[in-house]
């Protein structure tokens, strides 16, 4: 059973520019998240997808955006990065609620450190 | 909305001593409860969960966490310190239809002296 992956695992980006990151969630998972975890914080919820589409959000501007693929996986897009976006950001994907294999925890990758300079 | 505290950002304790890190939780509805650990430069990975079933909870590598609905607490406890359990330990709670996201807590890292 493969785990989730996500890439890059680190990127450097300057102030304003854009980034994409990418996540393959586990075998038999349909939805996915993303989580912010700043230096010494505990992750945030980011935004939830299923089905390809954002189904749950948290407080985080709309120059955060994602997609979610056919196969299940995923982008996080962030437009006109700040230096405060630097950190690492997960993926986490879980079974459906409706597939019953739901048992409440979410599997998580490995992180993309982002560094904005 | 649901929300954890972890109290104490740093704890250290002796190889072979017990091991407490504190966790409380805030949620108008039944909660769904979970302990994650990350080693540096790595992901998460689930230590336990508590969903309802038996309030006390046995986990993996010697840890377990009992759920106080009186206490709205979720501790996490191992009897005796290995030097491989020193890492960042987060307590999460979700809550709700569907269950979308979890709520962390800032962390409690620990360290564990020979």
């Known amino acids: 059973e493969t785990g989730v992956t996500q890439s890059p695992t680190h990127l450097i980006k300057t102030r304003g520019q854009q980034v994409t990151l990418r996540c393959s969630s586990q075998s038999g998972h349909n939805t996915v998240s993303w989580y912010q975890q700043a230096l010494g914080q505990g992750p945030q919820f980011i935004f939830q997808y299923y089905r390809e589409e954002e189904n749950g959000r948290g407080n985080f501007p709309p120059r955060f955006s994602g997609l979610q693929f056919p196969n299940y996986s995923s982008e996080l897009n962030v437009n006109a990065l700040e230096l405060d976006d630097s950190a690492l950001y997960l993926c986490?994907?879980?079974?459906?609620?409706?597939?019953?294999?739901?048992?409440?925890?979410?599997?998580f990758g490995e992180g993309s450190r982002l560094t904005v300079l | 909305a649901q929300s954890v505290t972890q109290l104490g950002s740093h704890v250290s304790v002796s190889e072979g001593a017990l091991v407490l890190l504190r966790c409380n939780y805030s949620s108008s509805v039944p909660p769904y409860l979970f302990w994650y650990v990350q080693y540096p430069n790595q992901g998460l990975q689930l230590l336990l969960k508590y969903t309802s079933a038996a309030t006390l909870v046995k986990g993996i590598n010697g840890f377990e966490a009992e759920f106080k609905k009186s206490e709205t607490s979720f501790h996490l406890t191992k009897p005796s310190a290995h030097m491989s359990d020193a890492a960042e330990y987060f307590c999460a709670v979700s809550v709700g239809t569907g269950r979308r996201a979890l709520t962390f807590g800032s962390g409690t890292r620990l360290q564990v002296q020979p």
């Open positions: 986490a994907s879980r079974p459906g609620l409706a597939t019953g294999d739901y048992t409440g925890e979410l599997f």
